[in-house]
């Protein structure tokens, strides 16, 4: 799970994960994981950041090349803003 002094888990997540979004209200994330999942995302709720802030998550991945390959699909087709979570 994320375990880092930025994020806290709120549900446990492999790293490293897409990021879909960053909110400021927990509705709204929610909303956008609920939304995610409907268009077939494995999204989660992964935690808040330093700032309280709900992280919303759209996959993660075990190579380097899985990742790079599930971030410019999703860019390309989703969520254009998406960006990779490291430990």
Known sequence: GIRDIGVTGVQTCALPILIGGVFSIKDNAYNYVKKAQA?????????TNKRGYWVVSLAS???????????????AEYEHNAWVYKK
Do not use: H, V, W
Not at 39 to 47: H, K, L, R
Not at 61 to 75: G, H, M, P, V, Y
């Open 61 to 75: 991945a075990n190579s380097e090349r899985e990742l790079q390959s599930a971030l410019d699909t999703i860019k």
């Open 39 to 47: 268009d077939g995302y494995p999204a989660a709720i992964a935690g």
